[in-house]
């Protein structure tokens, strides 16, 4: 077999999926391929379709229509092959609270059938990932949500998946408990994992994944990497510019309003600092209005000390993108 061509079929293959009850349509026509190794995160507010997709893809409920296939499997049809091939991390988490760590890891992995040598091994390696390796034999009714969310991670992970399905993650932990599962993500990542994941959170999905999908009424209405995403929405970047004094300020004030396109974009000054702050306008790109104002203080000999790009983030993006789609 041609292994550089299997590397490059995605892990993850969703076509046209839709789940519809009676007449609403809660997933609609979604198509997303995933890369191995790939983070994907899916961002959407509440009931935009995400927790009804992660169910259909890991068979919890079936599809209305269109289909998905799982490292090569068709989820339709192989329906219990597919089970070995993903873990999943489901928004409640789904941990037996009057048993121990490692209880919970066990009994997990006879239902799975793995023989007890290697299910002790395996248990004891992913609890020394977790940072669990002392708690091993407390209640798990005892741990914070971290520890609990950490441990749901590892049981997800025990039937070695080639793909882990993650719905909100870090739902209701402290930002440092957060921190500490972005960086098991991360080194799930490194050893190969695929891994589609679901958040409110947008500095969530822009720390960890490659790509980020935006899903509103069931629909994805805009994908990439977060580059191609501040593109898009180019017009919530502002530009810092400061200048030498203010008499150069006052020059650019000047000009900036004679100027027919520039004038088009909001502007604030600040007349303490001698700077100005300027969202980039709708209309042109972020390199063509690059163009213009860096020939603008050129051609008018305006000095300035500092000029920066102040980046969107993807709350700013989110945001935008919510308006352009209802203007
Ligand atoms: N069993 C069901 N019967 C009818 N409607 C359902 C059912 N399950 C989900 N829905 C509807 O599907 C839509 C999407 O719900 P879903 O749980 O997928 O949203 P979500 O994006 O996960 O939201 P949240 O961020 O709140 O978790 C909602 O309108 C919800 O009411
Ligand atoms: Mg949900």
Redesign the pocket.
Known sequence: MDSTKTAKLPSVRITDLT?K??E?I??DKLNIEIMPGEIYSLL????????????MLTTL?KPTSGSFYLSNFDGLKDREKIKGVFGVVS?DVAIYQELTAFENLYFLGQMYGIKKQELYNRITKLLQDANLLNRANDLVGNFSGGMQRKLTIAMAMLNKPKILFM??PTVGLDPKSRRQIWQTLKQLQESGITILL?T?YLDEAQALSNRIGI?RE?KLIVEGNIDYLRDKIHAVSNIMLKFIDHNNLEKFKKLFQDSSILKLSPVKHDEIQDSVMIKTPKNISLDEFFNILYKLLADNNISYSYFSVLEPNLEDIFIAITELENP
């Open positions: 789940k009850y009676e609403r809660c997933v959407g507010e509440n009931g935009a379709g995400k927790t009804t997709t992660i169910n409920i928004q719905d909100e679901t409110h899903i069931g």
